[in-house]
């Protein structure tokens, strides 16, 4: 069949050689690849457990080793180090970084059905399709693309870690070179929320420079097709506190007259947006770096997939801040993540609350700075007759203020970053994806999620994409994670093509 695609076709591009290097690699290697991934999710891997963070960066190093790649690790005192390796091309004018993240989130093996954390399982197919457990594939024996593996990093992102190890394996075995220099970075501590990535880039800024970073991490796009991203919204945490008397009040004795911070904080967050989700805080919408003609021509694109994936979610009417879902995610939000005053169901007693307090989370577009939205929510606030503190109030605060908040950005706040979409090199990306698939190849100018690779434009000033390969349904930070096997592969023969386009 891929004979007869080149003869159809003509002479193969480079990235259809590319599906044919990782076609060959798979049929001939498959149950190794699979052992060898299976073999490193064993290793518990969450960035604060140090002893089992140690045990994975030597496992790596060993099997960059085996691969002839010398690692070198990039240590920030008290983290999880970064593996580094490269692969320099002789002739080669462009440099690519190859990033992915051996951490994984924490897990509660009771909630796990399918196997334990650190229990890799291979299963015939999604065990809600009705998947079987079987055995790994034994050497000469093939996957079904169906299938999956069933543990804690397999899909976020231990699998991009192997995905790429894989494409390197497979361009050797074809004997042919990237088009690039290859430099690999595996990250320890993402999940973390990469605290101590600046100081790891600042360690080795001149060997990490490149003309692009291509994270592999993440899930594809609901729809199952390949997906280039160009960018992610920044992110922020804010604490409001609200206050009543300063202790717990019997409601029968002092309802009617004590205030209630409950209800206090009730009202004024809903002076901060209305009913059709707009936020209504006075510039909140000024700063956003308008979008362009790229941009807004894949958004378009990606509005016709609103319908499904509201209906999925069991959404009546969305929020109308934006006329779609991928619109709406170019804009700030300010979501209210849980609040608390007091107690309910069982534990609800007759008080009058002394506190009540609002977790927000802002996300952040190109445009936004994140102290200065933080001050824009903050004036909103004192414009609602609040005096606002970054701490509890004192007595005398309480008698001559009959309305106190105590306002907080809680730290580790960055801002968005977005590679513009019409840079040639991202748009070689995306041809060098659309000659692996008959299908489409979803470009999103902005991920709804949030990276801190404002670090890497800040410090390294360099480009980013990401290059999802996970399944949708992965399970992703959540028990019974997952990796389907079709799109490890589907991912290997992207990473591929990417290392293969001129
Ligand atoms: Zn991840």
Redesign the pocket.
């Known amino acids: 069949l891929i004979l007869l695609a080149s003869m159809v076709l003509g002479p193969a591009s480079a990235a259809s050689q590319g599906s044919n290097v990782a076609a060959a690699f798979r049929a001939a290697h498959e149950a190794q690849v699979l052992s060898e991934l299976a073999g490193f999710l064993a290793i518990p891997n969450v960035a604060s457990d140090a002893a089992n963070i140690a045990k994975n960066a030597s496992a790596l190093g060993a099997m960059l080793a085996f691969r002839g790649f010398p690692a070198t690790q990039l240590v920030a005192k008290g983290a999880p180090p970064a593996i580094t390796a490269r692969w320099t091309v002789p002739g080669a004018t462009r440099t690519l970084v190859l990033y992915a993240?051996y951490d994984g989130q924490p897990a509660d093996p009771a909630k796990w059905k399918v196997t334990q954390p650190w229990r890799p399982l291979y299963f015939t197919r999604a065990v809600e399709r009705g998947g079987r457990r079987a055995q790994f594939p034994v050497a000469g024996q093939r996957a079904d693309s169906e299938a999956r593996i069933y543990a804690r990093g397999a899909s976020?992102?231990k699998g991009?870690v192997m995905a790429i190890l894989t494409a390197l394996d497979a361009l050797r075995v074809a004997g042919k070179t990237p088009t690039s220099n290859v430099i690999l970075f595996f990250e320890g501590e993402?999940?973390a929320g990469s605290p101590h990535l600046p100081e790891v880039l600042h360690s080795d800024s001149a060997g990490l420079k490149a003309d692009a970073w291509v994270f592999v991490?993440?899930p594809v796009h609901q729809s199952g097709a390949k997906e280039v991203l160009f960018g992610v919204r920044g992110d922020m945490h804010i604490d409001v506190t609200t206050y009543g008397a300063n202790r717990p009040l019997h409601s029968g004795h002092y309802g009617n007259w004590a205030p209630n911070p409950a209800e206090q904080l009730a009202r004024l967050l809903t002076t901060m947006k209305d009913s059709t989700g707009r936020v209504t805080i006075a510039g909140w919408y000024d700063d956003v770096t308008p979008l362009g003609q790229a941009e807004r021509a894949a958004n378009a694109d990606l509005a016709a997939y609103d319908t499904m994936v509201a209906r999925e979610l069991g959404i009546g009417r969305p929020y109308a801040v934006a006329p779609s879902l991928a619109e709406a995610i170019e804009l700030p939000s300010l979501n209210i993540n849980g609040i608390a005053s007091a107690d309910v169901g069982a534990q609800a007693r007759n008080v009058i609350p002394t506190t009540a307090t609002v977790a927000l989370d802002v996300r952040l577009v190109l445009g936004n700075d994140h102290d200065r939205m933080f001050q824009k929510l903050v004036e909103h606030v004192r414009r609602q007759g609040y005096l606002v503190l970054d701490r509890a109030p004192t007595d005398s605060e309480r008698l001559a203020h009959p309305l106190i908040a105590t306002v907080v950005q809680r730290a580790g706040s960055y801002d968005a970053s977005r590679t513009p979409m019409d840079l040639p090199l991202a748009q070689s990306v995306v041809q060098a994806l659309r000659a692996t698939t008959p299908g489409p190849v979803m470009q999103l100018p902005t991920s709804g999620g949030s990276l801190p690779l404002i670090y890497l434009t800040d410090i390294l000033h360099v480009p980013t994409l990401m290059v999802p390969i996970a399944n949708y349904d992965n399970n992703?930070h959540a028990e019974d994670e997952n990796l389907r096997i079709g799109n490890f592969w589907s991912g290997v023969e992207s990473i591929v093509a990417i290392l293969s386009m001129h």
Request: overall charge negative; aromatic content about 0%; proline content about 0%.
């Open positions: 993240h976020d992102d991009g993402e999940e991490d993440g992703q």
